[in-house]
C-alpha cells in the first residue's frame, strides 16, 4: 500500500489549496481514506475522513466548513479542498487510509488509521 500526497505550499491567510493524494496497491473505495496534519510541536490530528461503510464522512470542527474531503475511484485519488486557510492550519498534512470497513468515519477521524503516506508541506502566512 503506498500513499503519496502533494499539493502542499504557502498560501497567505484566506488563501486556498487542494491537496492531492494518490493511492496504489488497493482499490481506494475498498479502504476508509482520511487526511491528518500535524502542527510543530503538537499531536497529530485527524482532519476529514470518509468511511467505506455508506461512505459516511467526518470532519473536524475547526476546519467544518472550510475543508472538503473528496475521491475520485477512477483515478484513484482522494482531495482536501482546503479554503479560507488560517495561519493555525499551517502543519504537514499526510493522506491515509484504513482496510477496517466496519468502522465509521468519526471512529478514525478520533482514532487514526492504518496506513499513512509521507506527508506535504502547508504554510499559512498571516
Known amino acids: 500500500v503506498q500513499l503519496q500526497a502533494s499539493g502542499g505550499g504557502l498560501v497567505q491567510d484566506g488563501g486556498s489549496l487542494r491537496l492531492s493524494c494518490t493511492v496504489s496497491g488497493f482499490t481506494s473505495n475498498q479502504y476508509a481514506i482520511g487526511w491528518f496534519r500535524q502542527a510543530p510541536g503538537k499531536e497529530r490530528e485527524g482532519v476529514s475522513c470518509v468511511s467505506v461503510r455508506g461512505g459516511g464522512t467526518s470532519t473536524a470542527d475547526s476546519v467544518k466548513g472550510r475543508f472538503s474531503i473528496s475521491r475520485d475511484n477512477a483515478k484513484n485519488t482522494v482531495y482536501l479542498q482546503m479554503s479560507s486557510l488560517k495561519p493555525e492550519d499551517t502543519a504537514v498534512y499526510y493522506c491515509?487510509?484504513?482496510?477496517?470497513?466496519?468502522?465509521?468515519?468519526?471512529?478514525?477521524?478520533?482514532?487514526?488509521?492504518?496506513?499513512y503516506g509521507k506527508g506535504t508541506q502547508v504554510t499559512v502566512s498571516s
Open positions: 491515509s487510509a484504513d482496510p477496517r470497513t466496519f468502522h465509521s468515519a468519526s471512529f478514525f477521524l478520533r482514532n487514526g488509521m492504518y496506513y
